[in-house]
């Protein structure tokens, strides 16, 4: 078998903080934060105790406007009920609504399928594809680590950034797929391209709600989206299997991503939520924002792993083969899903390169074959085909495990004994 972790599920030195987060409150270096001391120097920042970064800021209102004060602005920040009075609120929008086609629900599958999206892919409409589009700050929020990266091999494909945000209150946000940045945030971010879009630590930098950031730009066939990534450290998402995410060090997305747009308020939340669909298609009516969870129990819909993978570690058994990554055959986690179009995606389960998602539509080649995988219970078999390949199942008798078959030929040529067995 053979490893590796996916640079769309990079981990995050700053979320590593946050299931420390209760010890690190409870230490005596917090008891003795600077938050709310006064300062003298505007934008110095220094250490406030374990994993907490404090920068000077002057009070814009209340008693002490105009005063300098230290604001905590890095680190595993406390929760509501635990300093916030409310969670943060998104005021301004982060793109035009005007330049939107479609923007997907988190809880899909990535590109390359079998790993969780917990990110909300915004596709801007392909009219504008060459076009700039310019970017904004949503709420009042700290640049805390950057990436500018490039990992394909296409000489035209240009660089990007990934830019992650310290909201407040155990509240991150995080932009990929950016192709520019500008103002505060293009002074500190990282002048050469490097082969991983992991965040690296920068200098701690302001930007107020409104502010552009830096801008997003369509190009057909290779960047047709940016991803929206949202994390609040006061909500844990729930799991078939708990433990085996709560012990996996690259699930912190996972436990702690939630819908993006639940952050706005009134006509601007219903606005963006209107907007959601499958990628690259149009908005469908009625779509929820989603949520990050495993699936149905006793069902194939959802989540499946080798009974000793951590999530997003990923490895692979049968034929193996390189995408540029490992890939292959049998992937350590796999994903049977429906998007809001209604086609059913399988995801780490290929029979041949390229690796990606295999779907099967309502119509078309392979629609006879089209079945719900939440319709699929204990006990129950059936195989989806496409034009490049099929994928047989069978759940076991109490429904806690799933053996999946891979085949480049048609349902009748799949045999289950020749494939591999599956978790929650």
Not at 125 to 135: C, T
Not at 310 to 315: F, R
């Amino acid at each position: 078998m053979r490893s590796y972790r996916p640079f769309v599920t990079a981990s995050v030195p700053i979320a590593l903080a946050v299931g420390l987060g209760a010890a690190l409150l409870a230490s005596p270096a917090q008891a003795a934060t600077l938050v709310g001391k006064p300062c003298t120097k505007a934008g110095a920042t220094q250490g406030d105790g374990p994993g907490r970064t404090v920068t000077c800021v002057k009070v814009t209102t209340g008693k002490n406007k105009g005063k300098l004060v230290w604001e905590l602005i890095q680190g595993p920040n406390p929760g509501p009920g635990a300093g916030c009075t409310s969670r943060p609120v998104f005021t301004k929008d982060f793109i035009s609504p005007d330049q939107v086609q479609v923007v997907v629900p988190i809880g899909e599958q990535t590109a390359f399928g079998g790993v969780l999206s917990v990110r909300s892919y915004v596709h801007s409409k392909p009219e504008l594809d060459g076009q700039p589009l310019p970017l904004y700050a949503p709420v009042n929020m700290t640049l805390t680590q950057a990436a500018y990266y490039k990992v394909s091999t296409d000489p035209a494909y240009k660089p990007e950034y990934s830019l992650y945000f310290d909201v407040g209150c155990g509240v991150q946000l995080q932009f990929y797929h950016v192709k520019g940045v500008v103002g505060a945030v293009a002074k500190v971010v990282p002048k050469a391209p490097a082969p991983s879009s992991a965040g690296q630590p920068m200098t701690p930098t302001r930007v107020k709600a409104g502010e552009q950031i830096g801008w997003f730009q369509g190009e057909a066939g290779k960047s047709v989206a940016f991803d929206l990534r949202v994390e609040d450290a006061s909500r844990t998402n729930t799991f078939i299997n708990q433990a085996r995410f709560a012990s996996s060090p690259d699930a912190s997305g996972e436990l702690h991503a939630v819908c993006p747009y639940d952050f706005y308020a009134g006509a601007q939340r219903e606005r963006s939520l209107s907007k959601l669909g499958a990628p690259s298609g149009n908005p469908v009516s009625g779509t929820a924002c989603g949520t990050i969870n495993q699936g149905t129990a006793g069902t194939a819909q959802g989540m499946w792993f080798f009974a000793d993978a951590k999530v997003n570690d990923l490895t692979y058994r049968g034929d193996t083969w390189s995408d540029g990554i490992p890939a292959g055959q049998y992937q350590s986690q796999v994903i049977f899903s429906v998007d809001p179009g209604g086609t059913v995606r399988i995801g780490g389960l290929n029979a041949r390169a390229p690796m990606g998602q295999m779907m099967v539509s309502q119509q078309g080649t392979g629609s006879d074959t089209w079945k719900h995988p939440q319709s699929i219970g204990a006990g129950a078999e059936h195989c989806w085909s496409n034009s490049s390949q099929s994928v047989k199942v069978r759940l076991s008798a109490d429904g806690a495990s799933l053996t999946a078959v891979v085949g480049t030929g048609a349902c009748t040529t799949l045999d289950l004994a020749r494939g591999q067995t599956y978790v929650r």
